[in-house]
T-cell receptor
Framework: NAGVTQTPKFQVLKTGQSMTLQCAQD?????MSWYRQDPGMGLRLIHY???????DQGEVPNGYNVSRSTTEDFPLRLLSAAPSQTSVYFC?????????????FGPGTRLTVT | GQSLEQPSEVTAVEGAIVQINCTYQ??????LSWYQQHDGGAPTFLSYNALDGLEETGRFSSFLSRSDSYGYLLLQELQMKDSASYFCAVRDTDYKLSFGAGTTVTVRA
């Protein structure tokens, strides 16, 4: 199993550009989530999904969209990038909502918006 | 909303014991998790406490007191490879995991 994979590893965007961060898992996990990590602020939840076709907002959803058309994939879209979205983005998954306490994280995408 | 407090930094020597405290205020509570993150890496799961008491996993132990809204992670026989950031996290009632800001542990020779 590859676990949770994320692409790209690094990305530089100009203000106003849009892009999609890819996340995939091959463990047949129902629950998937996106976090952003900024220095000194821990991990903040952007969006999450409890299964294919179901998504909901986390703590900091503004400026981001998600969709979950398959169990495996959970892409994160930045609609119009802003410097405040410069961060490290992690995708994570767990077998189900009952196992939410143990999430498996991808390697992260380091995004810089200039 | 959720609020988790943990110290920002701890420094100790190899072989020592370190305790990282975490206090929380949450609207719902299903349990307290701990994650480790090495510099530049992804967070990895360490332990979970749903009930009061001590859980031991090798050199690491985690404790929970639900009545005090308090838990800690105990790192024993510290090794250089334990230098990392450690996060406590609480699941609330809405299928979300809320993380603390993290504690950076530095192990010195």
């Amino acid at each position: 199993n590859a676990g949770v994979t994320q692409t790209p590893k690094f990305q530089v965007l100009k203000t106003g550009q849009s892009m999609t961060l890819q996340c995939a898992q091959d463990m047949n996990h129902e629950y998937m989530s996106w976090y952003r990590q900024d220095p000194g602020m821990g991990l903040r939840l952007i969006h999450y999904s409890v299964g294919a076709g179901i998504t909901d907002q986390g703590e900091v959803p503004n400026g981001y969209n998600v969709s979950r058309s398959t169990t495996e994939d959970f892409p994160l879209r930045l609609l119009s990038a802003a410097p405040s979205q410069t961060s490290v983005y992690f995708c994570a998954s767990s077998p189900g909502t009952g196992d939410l306490y143990e999430q498996y994280f991808g390697p992260g995408t380091r995004l810089t918006v200039t | 909303g959720q609020s988790l407090e943990q110290p920002s930094e701890v420094t100790a020597v190899e072989g020592a014991i370190v305790q990282i405290n975490c206090t929380y205020q949450t609207s719902g509570f299903y349990g307290l998790s701990w994650y480790q993150q090495h510099d530049g890496g992804a967070p990895t799961f360490l332990s979970y406490n749903a009930l009061d008491g001590l859980e031991e996993t090798g050199r690491f132990s985690s404790f929970l007191s639900r009545s005090d809204s308090y838990g800690y992670l105990l790192l024993q026989e510290l090794q250089m490879k334990d230098s990392a950031s450690y996060f406590c996290a609480v699941r609330d009632t809405d299928y979300k995991l809320s993380f603390g800001a993290g504690t950076t542990v530095t192990v010195r020779a």
